[in-house]
């Protein structure tokens, strides 16, 4: 069983090859010196385009393994898993 | 005048040539449809990477525009784009 | 049904008032002028604090509210309003 | 010499003062077993009062004891503090 269905996988893989290339931007703007407080707000753009990536896994996460694992009473340790995963993003 | 110095910079981009690795290796384990959890782990390991690219560009930051924008009495305006830039990883 | 189990309600309500004390605290130090590098490390204390309530009530809500919606086949509603949830926190 | 000058005080204890409030809500709302989302939310709201309060904190200790370290030539430690305080919200 895929954990992640193809609409998403696309839609997954679009925006990490967009990543790459911001990460590769953030490189160029340092070789050319470019002014700090550019940099950080386009490292911070990064930030927030990965985040995206994260929410989209979790969610798809949740509606996939962790839903099935509730309805095949497996519920307790999928959620113990979710909740470290959870914990590293946010707390 | 270059904002950053020679020796952070080489730092800067071989953590970005990492990172923009570690965004492929992403893309890699969704096509190859890994475990989410695992796949949410790299993400925030990255996250993680990210965050110390930020990190060290906004010490440079501080310690070479701010710090002579100070002593040169136009510290408020470069503080207020110094805490803009805060904000947006932080709060 | 109460959607907070007594033992975690116990938990969170002591968790909460050591946290107003700590709020109370950090006015005590402000009005005290104490240094500012200790405030702010006290105000991070206390988000952390926070923080770990909001973990513990995301857990419960998880293992009790959204479990229960998945077994009865409205997940998806749940799970949609639960991401909401997390995004405040983390994203 | 004063940390914070006095307006900027009165704001801060009176910021800290509704956080204090927003606290016991959240106590009340987890006793009367209100619904967990909606405690999450109000958990979410507090956090971002604190951050303000934190950000308010954090330009008022740039713009006087770090810009007071740098015209005196101390500001190297000041900003390493700084930036240790800084890594504790952010990264």
Chains 1, 2, 3, 4 share one sequence.
Do not use: W
């Amino acid at each position: 069983m895929p954990h992640i269905d193809p609409r998403r996988k696309k839609n997954l893989l679009s925006r990490l090859s967009r990543i790459e290339g911001q990460v590769r931007g953030i490189s160029r703007m340092i070789e050319e010196d470019q002014y700090c407080i550019d940099v950080l707000n386009q490292i911070s753009a990064v930030r927030s385009a990965l985040n995206s990536v994260g929410q989209i896994m979790l969610e798809g996460h949740i509606k996939g393994c962790v839903t099935d694992a509730i309805k095949h009473d497996r519920g307790d340790a999928s959620i113990d898993e979710l909740m470290q995963a959870i914990r590293k993003y946010t707390f």
